[in-house]
Nanobody, 120 residues
Framework: QVQLVESGGGLVQPGGSLRLSCAAS????????MSWYRQAPGNERELVAA????????NYADSVKGRFTISRDNAKNTVYLQMNSLKPEDTAVYYC?????????????WGQGTQVTVSS
């Protein structure tokens, strides 16, 4: 079955770094655009970063531009989010998303999330 398993979250001090990973299985990873979303308590889920199937294009939320980098390894079926210069406002549960579309339907999968807490 389809699985997206995030890892790498944790507690980090402001200014620190974390690298999130999302391991995919149960579908053809290279056919899917991949994204990272986050949701803080009381807030809606928001897009953080996205990368196209072959990794040729990326886009980022304005709040993380210059600090976060999304990448993927299609040979390992894994997408990454390198987070540098972390701020307390980056605290949230981070979710991995896989999405693709055919003529007849859209496929949209989510991981279970990993907690990132930025605090001194």
């Amino acid at each position: 079955q389809v699985q997206l398993v995030e890892s790498g979250g944790g507690l980090v001090q402001p200014g620190g770094s974390l690298r999130l990973s999302c391991a995919a299985s149960g579908f053809t990873f290279s056919n899917y655009d991949m994204s990272w979303y986050r949701q803080a308590p009381g807030n809606e889920r928001e897009l953080v970063a996205a990368i196209t199937r072959a990794g040729g294009r990326t886009n980022y939320a304005d709040s993380v531009k210059g600090r976060f980098t999304i990448s993927r390894d299609n040979a390992k079926n894994t997408v990454y989010l390198q987070m540098n210069s972390l701020k307390p406002e980056d605290t949230a549960v981070y979710y991995c998303n896989a999405r693709t579309r055919t003529v007849t339907r859209e496929y949209d999968y989510w991981g279970q999330g990993t907690q990132v807490t930025v605090s001194s």
